[in-house]
């Protein structure tokens, strides 16, 4: 049976290592999600960076997307009501 040389020597491109480097990331998005509620994916994004990992904000998001991580929202600033000097 004879095949082309291209379909003998043809590799899939990284999926196993694509997927792999998507689930350290996905750990560490947990991590950082757990340990600090109130970031969201750009707070997130920043701080994996700042652990030497190259990411983009799209793919952070995405992954907070579908662990259902969102920031908790912080509490209104309150202001008493002024007084009516006349």
Same mark, same amino acid.
């Given at each position: +049976? =004879? ?15 694509? %997927?792999? *480097? ?7 998005? =947990? %991590?950082?999600?757990?340990?600090? @509620? ?14 030497? +990992?190259?990411?983009? *904000?799209?793919?952070?998001? %995405?992954? +907070? %997307? ?5 920031? =908790? ?6 202001? @008493? ?6």
């Amino acid at each position: +049976m =004879e095949i082309p040389k291209s379909t003998y020597y043809y590799k899939p491109k990284g999926s196993l290592e694509k %997927k792999k *480097h998507n689930a350290d990331i996905a750990d560490k998005v =947990e %991590k950082i999600a757990y340990d600090f @509620p109130s970031y969201g994916y750009r707070r997130v994004t920043a701080a994996l960076r700042r652990q030497g +990992m190259i990411v983009n *904000h799209k793919k952070v998001a %995405k992954i +907070m %997307k579908n662990m259902a991580y969102s920031a =908790e929202k912080g509490r209104d600033l309150y202001l @008493p009501p002024t007084q009516n000097i006349t």
